[in-house]
């Protein structure tokens, strides 16, 4: 049976979360609140679920390019090899720059600088619109004359590194804070202080910002460093996390007249979008709860929800090359509401049960082609009609389980 090992990505870097969780309650440190964690791993997991429909085009795109458009035709060796890891890291940290300085590149980059965390959940706050816009910069690889197959493995080598760069549990480097990026030097980027924005872009090397003037060294007393946005979030809805400033940015399109001044705003910066837009449209779309359930059941079910999601992740992934289309579409669907889900739990909403309801849907859709004789479909009609007759009834039962 043909497997795809690179489902063990998820056990390998959950390891390393909860080493590090580990690592901090010795520390007597608090650098893991549930909710941030929880909402920060939802992001991973759908970034790492649709990357499984888009990887095979974005290796389309370079080995196109390369075949018809390549300037030199570069051959894998030592020289090679380093080249290419040093394009990829210079194409990084201006795709990184850029991300923080045009709005458009903005809305899609501004998700992994949401958590008011600062450890190893927050590196899985990728989006699926940031790796689309990334491979966008890295198609200037291929059309060098770095192959495919050389630039999809330096790639996933290169990606490895910024996940150990987000934390707290290690400190200075000695020499080391001189070429590499450091968690010292990321600890830096991901700060809202006004005197660390846009400071230390590169993802593996530090050489860039030293040389572009980029560069900010983390001050002695690292507590005093603030992690998110300059205007907190104060929402763990998946899809207003993954949404809000793509709406800003277009509400402040739609105000601003004439077509000129538009291509301004999409292309100008993040601070020239005026904060009232985003309070105006929390105001509509996005009601604060007045409940607040922290028990130990109701950690217990999202915790549950997450582990679950996760469990059908991997399997998902490692079974890649076997699951029909059908299920595959219907699987990551029931992962994508799941994930709406549980940033709805976190945000105390009531309307959760008709995710519920969802979910149990296509986990029926997902039964339907097995189920082979007409008993069958009768149980089935019959609970949906017990479902639409109680459906207030086990709401109720449902919220009051749920939040107390």
């Known amino acids: 049976m043909e497997l795809n090992w690179m489902a ?26 549930f909710n941030n964690s929880v909402a920060n791993i939802n992001v991973g997991i759908a970034e790492r679920l649709l990357d499984t429909f888009t990887v095979g085009a974005f290796y389309f795109v370079y080995d196109y390019i390369h075949q018809h458009y390549a300037l030199f035709d570069l051959k894998p060796g030592v020289v090679g090899w380093v ?3 040093l394009a990829t890291d210079l194409v990084w940290y201006w795709y990184h720059r850029l991300a923080h300085e045009v709005n458009l590149f903005w809305s899609a980059h501004v998700v992994h600088h949401q958590s008011e965390d600062f450890n190893y959940t927050t ?34 080598l290169h990606g490895l590194y910024p996940f150990f760069i987000h934390t707290r549990t290690i400190g200075k480097l000695g020499w080391l804070e001189y070429i590499l990026v450091t968690p010292s030097h990321h600890r830096v980027h991901h700060a809202s202080n006004p005197e660390y924005l846009d400071k230390n ?37 998946f899809l207003w996390q993954q949404f809000h400033f793509m709406m800003e940015l277009a509400e402040t399109v739609r105000r601003t007249p004439g077509f000129m001044a538009k291509l301004n705003v999409l292309f100008g910066r993040p601070d020239d979008i005026d904060p009232e837009v985003r309070s105006q449209l929390e105001k509509r779309f996005l009601s604060r709860s007045s409940v607040h359930a922290t028990s130990r059941r109701f950690r217990g079910y999202v915790l549950g929800q997450l582990i679950g999601i996760l469990a059908i992740l991997f399997v998902f992934l490692l079974l890649e090359n076997h699951i029909p289309l059908y299920n595959q579409v219907l699987i990551s669907l029931f992962i994508i509401i799941t994930l709406v889900n549980c940033g709805a739990l ?15 849907s296509f986990l029926v859709l997902m039964m339907i082609p097995y189920l082979n004789n007409p008993l069958s479909f009768s149980a089935l009609f019959i609970g949906s009609l017990l479902l639409w007759a109680y ?9 009051r389980l749920v939040y107390g």
């Open 201 to 237: 872009y590169g993802d593996v090397l530090i050489i860039w910002d030293r040389l572009f003037g980029t560069f900010a060294e983390e001050k002695e007393d690292a507590n005093e460093l603030v992690y998110g946005l300059t205007k907190p979030l104060e929402s763990h809805s």
């Open 83 to 85: 080249a290419l890891f």
């Open 391 to 399: 459906f207030s009834n086990l709401q109720k039962r449902y919220l």
């Open 346 to 360: 976190l945000e105390q909403r009531n309307w959760v049960f008709y995710l519920e309801i969802s979910r149990v």
């Open 8 to 33: 063990l990505a998820v056990p390998f870097f959950l390891f390393f979360m909860g080493l590090e969780y580990v690592i901090s309650k010795w520390q007597k440190k608090d650098y893991f609140k």
């Open 123 to 156: 590196s899985a706050r990728i989006t699926v619109f940031q790796a689309i816009i990334r491979t966008g910069f890295w198609t200037i690889l291929p059309l060098i004359g770095f192959p495919a197959g050389m630039i999809s493995t330096m790639l996933i």
